[in-house]
């Protein structure tokens, strides 16, 4: 049977949902014999995304999150006749005769809508009850997820599946000299706090820099900290507020940095800091953990899940509990040594080759085909 992985995203975008579409796309057809795969994709993205074995590309015309997606894709796709058709970022074509599954990576517009843009919070709401009705099945990245898709969209529990997902191979502890160099290259200092993410109000940069001002008020010595990803909506008040509170200087900002220094960057910190005030999955920590670093998260959504007992949690509405969390992993050497160690451990129980082991199992019961031996 023919399965169409819709991967348009992964040109428009390089955040974690286009990292989970390209792992997707590269391993399922690998693993699954029994079907054939279409991996859809922008039509000017020809040559960006590679193409695994045993798969055929197909060019769509139909740009991801286009307010008529649902109709004009279902056109471009009734002509390759797929016999099921996972939307991985969730918005599924209104018709076709296919079967549907779906990703729900996050309900941010749902729980904290005042985070998102008017208009992606009118696109998201508009095409959500569609989908959600049109998908013979759901995968969720995380149980924190799954909850929020059966509390706030009221669907079956049998229909929606959690998938874990896991980082790249290419995190693990960088040898030395592979993080010195990094170092050099981006004129970094030797020690650094880092937070990696885009810069937008979900991420909760504005508490975390508060906090990190209070940080440097009582230990004058503490590291710079160093914020790593691209600006998102509303990061204009995010800079206004670095003079306000007179962080520049201490405050460093790094962006559109190639995926490959991203290694090398987790291993040289002294702790990775993520108080989001929501994660469907938190791509950040677990990578920090596989490269060996000591980990801070909100006790907020999937990132408690995700870590475990591998990393400190904090507030995200109190600067005062990161501020203290910062403080401990900062001066606490063991408590720091513990806690790579852990993450370490933590990061071995994640694999993509058991996120895709789960989604075939989905496919395969959508389908109703039997498991293969």
Same mark, same amino acid.
């Given at each position: 049977?023919?399965?169409?992985?819709?991967?348009? $995203? =992964?040109?428009? /975008?390089?955040?974690?949902?286009?990292?989970? @579409?390209?792992?997707?796309? %590269? +391993?399922?057809? &690998?693993?699954?014999?029994?079907?054939?795969?279409?991996?859809?994709?922008?039509?000017?993205?020809?040559?960006?995304?590679?193409?695994?074995?045993?798969?055929?590309?197909?060019?769509?015309?139909?740009?991801?999150?286009?307010?008529?997606?649902?109709?004009?894709?279902?056109?471009?796709?009734?002509?390759?006749?797929?016999?099921?058709?996972?939307?991985?970022?969730?918005?599924?074509?209104?018709?076709?005769?296919?079967?549907?599954?779906?990703?729900?990576?996050?309900?941010?517009?749902?729980?904290?809508?005042?985070? $998102? =843009?008017?208009? /992606?919070?009118?696109?998201?709401?508009?095409? @959500?009850?569609?989908?959600? %009705? +049109?998908?013979? &099945?759901?995968?969720?990245?995380?149980?924190?997820?799954?909850?929020?898709?059966?509390?706030?969209?009221?669907?079956?529990?049998?229909?929606?599946?959690?998938?874990?997902?896991?980082?790249?191979?290419?995190?693990?502890?960088?040898?030395?000299?592979?993080?010195?160099?990094?170092?050099?290259?981006?004129?970094?200092?030797?020690?650094?706090?880092?937070?990696?993410?885009?810069?937008?109000?979900?991420?909760?940069?504005?508490?975390?820099?508060?906090?990190?001002?209070?940080?440097?008020?009582?230990?004058?010595?503490?590291?710079?900290?160093?914020?790593?990803?691209?600006?998102?909506?509303?990061?204009?008040?995010?800079?206004?507020?670095?003079?306000?509170?007179?962080?520049?200087?201490?405050?460093?900002?790094?962006?559109?940095?190639?995926?490959?220094?991203?290694?090398?960057?987790?291993?040289?910190?002294?702790?990775?800091?993520?108080?989001?005030?929501?994660?469907?999955?938190?791509?950040?920590?677990?990578?920090?953990?596989?490269?060996?670093?000591?980990?801070?998260?909100?006790?907020?959504?999937?990132?408690?899940?995700?870590?475990?007992?591998?990393?400190?949690?904090?507030?995200?509405?109190?600067?005062?509990?990161?501020?203290?969390?910062?403080?401990?992993?900062?001066?606490?050497?063991?408590?720091?040594?513990?806690?790579?160690?852990?993450?370490?451990?933590?990061?071995?129980?994640?694999?993509?080759?058991?996120?895709?082991?789960?989604?075939?199992?989905?496919?395969?019961?959508?389908?109703?085909?039997?498991?293969?031996?």
């Amino acid at each position: 049977m023919r399965i169409a992985l819709d991967a348009r $995203l =992964t040109h428009y /975008s390089s955040g974690g949902i286009s990292e989970y @579409i390209r792992q997707l796309a %590269r +391993r399922l057809p &690998a693993l699954d014999s029994q079907n054939q795969y279409l991996i859809l994709h922008a039509h000017k993205a020809a040559g960006r995304l590679p193409l695994p074995v045993g798969a055929r590309m197909v060019k769509c015309f139909t740009p991801a999150h286009h307010s008529l997606e649902r109709s004009s894709l279902t056109l471009e796709l009734l002509p390759r006749r797929p016999r099921l058709l996972h939307s991985m970022d969730f918005i599924a074509p209104r018709g076709g005769p296919w079967r549907s599954v779906i990703t729900i990576h996050d309900l941010t517009f749902l729980r904290f809508p005042q985070f $998102l =843009t008017p208009q /992606s919070l009118r696109y998201y709401n508009h095409q @959500i009850g569609a989908s959600v %009705r +049109r998908a013979d &099945a759901i995968l969720a990245d995380s149980d924190a997820t799954r909850t929020d898709i059966l509390e706030l969209l009221r669907v079956p529990p049998e229909k929606v599946t959690t998938a874990h997902l896991a980082a790249d191979e290419r995190f693990f502890p960088q040898p030395e000299e592979v993080v010195a160099s990094a170092r050099a290259r981006l004129d970094l200092p030797h020690h650094y706090l880092l937070f990696v993410g885009t810069f937008e109000p979900r991420k909760n940069i504005a508490t975390l820099l508060h906090a990190y001002a209070d940080l440097r008020s009582r230990h004058a010595d503490a590291p710079p900290l160093l914020l790593v990803g691209n600006p998102g909506w509303l990061f204009e008040s995010t800079e206004a507020l670095l003079a306000e509170i007179g962080l520049r200087g201490t405050v460093i900002f790094r962006s559109n940095l190639p995926a490959e220094d991203l290694p090398a960057l987790y291993t040289g910190a002294t702790a990775l800091i993520l108080p989001s005030y929501y994660e469907g999955f938190g791509f950040p920590v677990l990578e920090a953990m596989a490269c060996g670093t000591a980990a801070i998260i909100a006790e907020r959504a999937s990132l408690p899940e995700i870590a475990g007992d591998a990393a400190l949690s904090c507030e995200p509405d109190r600067p005062e509990s990161i501020t203290e969390a910062m403080s401990r992993v900062l001066f606490d050497d063991s408590l720091r040594t513990s806690l790579e160690q852990k993450g370490l451990q933590r990061a071995d129980e994640f694999s993509w080759e058991k996120c895709c082991a789960q989604t075939l199992k989905v496919y395969r019961r959508v389908l109703g085909q039997a498991e293969a031996a």
